[in-house]
């Protein structure tokens, strides 16, 4: 009969219908997520671009205030010395005294 024949036709003509609309949507779906990989790849790398800059001006301040310390550590070592080898005869009368060695 003509309308079944009809009904069968709508039918595949459904099912392809259905089918394409299924592989559009894969295909939109697919080009969207390698869109988003790259963006997320972009934003990784920029992130990584950020970081490195911080921690190499990071390294630079920690090395000039390094350097900045070590020449305050050893001029007060030398003032320290100093000030020992000038006061080393009061220092050591002063010893002697508290030791009771005074005569």
Do not use: R
Request: negative net charge; charged residues 35%; contains cysteine.
């Amino acid at each position: 009969m003509p309308i079944f024949e009809w009904v069968e036709e709508i039918e595949d003509i459904y099912e392809n219908l259905i089918e394409n609309a299924k592989k559009e949507s894969l295909e939109d779906i697919e080009k969207l997520n390698a869109s988003l990989e790259k963006d997320i790849e972009k934003k990784n790398l920029k992130n990584q671009e950020v970081i490195s800059s911080a921690l190499a001006t990071l390294s630079e301040e920690v090395n000039e205030k390094n350097s900045k310390f070590g020449e305050l550590i050893s001029k007060l070592c030398s003032k320290i010395e100093k000030n020992y080898y000038g006061n080393k005869e009061g220092l050591m009368i002063l010893i002697f005294e508290k030791l009771g060695f005074d005569f």
